[in-house]
């Protein structure tokens, strides 16, 4: 069974170490990744903090944004020092920030670049180096070049590919726009595993649903979630069970609420703000009667001023209330 069976995106603002330790106890299976961290960033900035992880949270990866293979394989060798289980390299973001340091998305124009970047790394660490990269750029629509970009990349020993199933198209379009517009192409992933089967190759984008996600292991090695993690977290509490056959760590949503508890009670003592820590946890009751009162205690900037950790008994309380009188009404 492939260890990159079922992955939670690197999403920027949203997979911080707090957003990934909530992860981690809703599920002991799902490979986790970092924000995205570039080089130089890494190389010149504040990288105990940027590095920083709680050893509970493996399998976890680092996901490096840049394109330059000796300042790769030097931040490469920071992460595997600081106890990450992969590096990333970063070949999908389309944002214009991040094609100004031509890296990200644009690198895909340039396999032989990517294939010295994974090999420096390569030589730099011992643990897995992998790729995470669209499968075309633009409007071309040719099969051909992300068939080729793999395999170029593949012969400078990378043996996982997340590919995310849109175009990037690098003008005209957001981030945000480049998540949705360009078309989904799941066929062409497939594509891919039957040209390169020797390849782990783990599909991204559009997945929301664990039906839709569980029929694509039919024909990949694993698949790859996003916004979906982070928008209703309790999704996780379901992945071990459905793609490793094990328990799940959590039974309900206010059991995953109490284990969180200490970590909040302990990074807050740190100096850590409320509200960043409480983050993660914002979608954890969506769907459910209480949901919304649930998401305004835990951004209320008063309260949380007011009431600090404490916030969470409050929310619960709201919660409850609300399931309560939404069973009376029935």
Same mark, same amino acid.
């Given at each position: ?13 949203? %997979? ?29 900035? +504040? ?19 840049g394109?330059? +293979? ?36 644009c690198?895909?124009?340039? &396999? ?14 011992? *643990? &897995?180096? %992998?790729v995470?990269?669209? *499968?075309g ?22 043996e996982?590919? *997340? ?18 517009? +360009? ?13 390169? &089967? ?35 977290p ?18 309900? $949503? ?7 508890? +200490?970590?909040?009670? $302990? ?23 209480g ?17 600090? &950790? ?5 929310a ?15």
């Amino acid at each position: 069974m492939s260890p990159h069976r079922f992955c939670v995106a690197p999403m920027l603002d949203l %997979t911080d170490r707090h957003c990934r330790h909530f992860h981690r106890l809703l599920s002991r299976r799902a490979r986790l990744y970092t924000e995205m961290v570039t080089t130089g960033a890494l190389l010149h900035g +504040p990288r105990e903090r940027l590095l920083r992880f709680d050893e509970t949270q493996h399998p976890v990866a680092l996901q490096l944004g840049g394109s330059e +293979p000796h300042e790769l394989a030097q931040a490469a060798r920071l992460g595997e020092r600081a106890g990450y289980d992969e590096i990333d390299l970063n070949c999908g973001c389309p944002s214009e920030r991040v094609q100004r340091g031509a890296f990200g998305a644009c690198l895909m124009a340039e &396999p032989g670049l990517v294939a010295d970047c994974v090999r420096a790394m390569r030589d730099a660490v011992g *643990i &897995p180096v %992998t790729v995470k990269h669209r *499968i075309g750029l633009d409007r071309v629509e040719d099969y051909g070049f992300v068939r080729d970009f793999v395999g170029t990349v593949a012969q400078a020993g990378c043996e996982v590919f *997340i590919v995310h199933a849109r175009n990037a198209w690098l003008k005209g379009l957001s981030p945000r726009e480049n998540r949705t517009v +360009p078309p989904l192409r799941y066929e062409t992933v497939a594509r891919l595993k039957r040209d390169f &089967p020797d390849l782990a190759i783990v599909l991204n984008g559009g997945l929301r649903d664990h039906g839709t996600a569980l029929a694509q292991l039919a024909r990949l090695d694993g698949v790859m979630i996003g916004r979906e993690a982070c928008e209703n977290p309790w999704m996780l509490a379901e992945v071990d069970e459905r793609y490793f056959g094990e328990p799940a760590p959590c039974a309900s $949503r206010e059991e995953a609420v109490e284990a969180m508890r +200490p970590y909040v009670l $302990r990074e807050a003592a740190a100096g850590e703000p409320v509200r960043a820590l409480l983050r993660p946890m914002l979608g954890l009751f969506n769907g459910l009667p209480g949901a919304r009162g649930w998401r305004r205690a835990l951004s209320d900037a008063a309260l949380l001023a007011a009431e600090g &950790p404490r916030v969470l008994d409050l929310a619960l309380r709201a919660t409850r209330v609300s399931r309560v009188r939404t069973a009376e009404l029935q």
